[in-house]
DNA sequence: GCGAAATGCGACAGTGGTGTCGCAGAATGA
DNA sequence: TCATTCTGCGACACCACTGTCGCATTTCGC
């Protein structure tokens, strides 16, 4: 249920949940059992789509920051219709309790000042603008992934952008 | 009243007719003696909203392809809240008749075409990516200028991460 | 096969947005 | 000043979505 809400949320928000229902090949009776609120099916799936975000990242050995960036694009471009429905809309979630705009974002860029510490930023690109460079690509090559572009094409490509993109 | 509705819509696509008439400090009736219809609306919008856009190149000298790509890049980020309603959901006027996808998409992908003959993108970047790219940035930097950059800023900083992130 | 759990179906009232009206008051211009 | 036009207000029916039920049916584990 969470993808079919996913796949149809990341195209249309507004979307309703009958949709959802038809998509999941379930009834809306059986949806509304497993989220009463058509809100909880938005929290469990914003909740679950950041604990995907948050759980790409374990286990590797501490790299440098922009491999870590790249993995973090890589990873993301493959989660596809989950990652659309969270960065569609900058502020879909904006008074929602699980969504800290300060989140994710804080260390995000604590991550992109560490590249930037590193020579792969340059000084005179603002931080602000690097990560929303980093979410547009993100978000883009998941778009096109899924309609022209093979998906790994697409995150080598957004991987290329971004590095030159920022590079000194 | 089409300035309110961009600014509404383009934070959120599903606000109601009440809340732009609010916006544009005229009564729901009013705005429903000009647009009949909310579809009404939306179209009168998206049509201002792409004359504006074809209007941006006009009168100059013809330029190298990638100048002009830069000119349409500043100009649409001037442009603010109505590239936002423009371009934040690639596929909400799909069925639209005044919106062919390619419509100035195909005479986009010419001009980035022809930005590749003149070695100002990598010949490995297929145009999809190159054009999704541009919007991309277009969409964010008129995005953040909304927020946290000044407005040229934020197209100084799309502009050339647009060049870098293409080149070859 | 049997009982428990999960699912589908149809109906229901509530809600918010939509589109339409008529009428009253303000604004405009001759 | 007067007539025309524009605007705001409130009311109305309509509609799609929502959330909740009860009940019948299917599925699953034992």
Do not use: C, K
């Not at 959802?20 to 009463?36: C, D, K, N, P």
């Not at 899924?146 to 957004?158: I, M, T």
């Amino acid at each position: 249920m969470l993808d079919a809400a996913a796949s149809v949320w990341a195209r249309d928000f507004s979307a309703s949940l009958s949709t959802i229902a038809e998509r999941a090949e379930v009834s809306r009776s059986t949806l509304h059992r497993y989220f009463t609120d058509r809100q909880a099916l938005i929290d469990a799936l914003l909740l679950d789509s950041l604990a995907r975000l948050e759980s790409l990242d374990d286990g590797s050995a501490p790299a440098s920051a922009i491999y870590t960036l790249e993995q973090h694009l890589r990873a993301g471009v493959e989660m596809g219709d989950r990652v659309i429905f969270l960065f569609s809309d900058p502020n879909r979630f904006d008074g929602n309790p699980h969504w800290s705009a300060d989140d994710g974002d804080e260390e995000m860029r604590a991550l992109m000042d560490r590249a930037r510490d590193e020579g792969a930023v340059a000084p005179e690109i603002p931080t602000t603008w690097a990560v929303t460079l980093f979410y547009a690509l993100l978000y883009s090559a998941a778009e096109v992934s899924n309609q022209d572009l093979p998906r790994h094409v697409a995150a080598d490509l957004a991987v290329q952008s971004f590095r030159r993109g920022v590079a000194p």
